[in-house]
């Protein structure tokens, strides 16, 4: 059992603070909000923010999102999905994935690559190679950020303040979510 000191500590397992932040987490994969993550809800995902930005499945971009979702999707069931059902429950989630999310961090972000790269093409809408942050809130609203926070996140993705993201900030900001502890 745990002591009372580690309890009260904001990386204790044992935390309001930790269980909260890894409820966003697990939330923020798990679009249709129905209790645990599969494949439907990485194409949720595309197809929401392909909607926002009147984007085509069918087009490069959009088939290069549907291909990153599942690359996404199949690299998060290869570390989560305990019992093989094709499903990654909250327990799989908060037992399995964080920690060994943390332990690969630069694995994650090899699996999350192909889909960030594909999300960020498309939210380029200037065809500069950055977003805007305009956008990048867009962005996160498909993805199901409330609009406060997505604003918020948006903005602080925009290291040097000049209005534009770049996709490695990106990369390293949402790798840097799913591996570090809560």
Known sequence: MASMDSIDSPESPESDAYERRV??????FDQDGNGWIDREDFSTAA???????????RCDKGQALYGGAEALWQGLAGIADVDGDQR?????????????LRDRTSGFTEIARPFLHAAFAVADTA????????D???????FGVAPGVAAVVAAALDKDADGRITEPDAVAAFAAYFTTLP
């Open 127 to 134: 065809g500069a190679g950055t977003v805007s942050v305009r």
């Open 88 to 100: 990654v429950t909250r327990k799989e989630f908060v037992g399995g994935a964080l920690k060994r």
């Open 47 to 57: 197809a929401a923010l392909l909607a926002e930005f009147g984007t085509t499945a």
């Open 23 to 28: 409820a966003a987490r697990f939330a923020s």
């Open 136 to 142: 990048a809130e867009r962005a996160l609203g498909a």
